[in-house]
């Protein structure tokens, strides 16, 4: 599957933006999805998860109660909905797609399909 996200850009402290991530082909709804993130001299990170059918979703610590991942798989989309934005949470936004059959793991090394980024940049 190839995925394409967009809706990145500056916002200041506190702040929300939300991000898309369109993906091709008529699977995209078997794909469990997830959004990540890597800031400069960090490893890439998962920020949040969601199913396959969209029921559960996976949230790191970090972000559990500003940010919102959803998808509608009518329209091959998954979006993040990022509030409360924090200058540390400046980085490099992707979305990625996940092996099938899916283990359960939210590691970067459960994900096979990856989005070119979008750059989110959180000023203070």
């Known amino acids: 599957v190839q995925l394409v996200e967009s809706g990145g850009g500056l916002v200041q402290t506190g702040g929300s933006l939300r991000l898309s991530c369109a993906g091709s082909g008529r699977t995209f709804s078997t794909y469990v999805m997830g959004w990540f993130r890597q800031a400069p001299g960090k490893e890439r990170e998962c920020v949040a998860g969601i199913t396959r059918s969209g029921l559960s979703t996976y949230y790191a610590d970090s972000v559990k109660g500003r940010f919102i991942i959803s998808r509608d798989n009518a329209k091959n989309t998954v979006y993040l909905q990022m509030n409360s934005l924090k200058p540390e949470e400046t980085a490099i936004y992707y979305c990625?797609?996940?092996?099938?059959?899916?283990?359960?793991?939210?590691?970067?090394?459960?994900?096979?399909?990856w989005g070119q980024g979008t750059q989110v940049t959180v000023s203070s």
């Open positions: 990625a797609a996940a092996d099938r059959p899916w283990g359960g793991s939210w590691a970067r090394t459960a994900f096979a399909s």
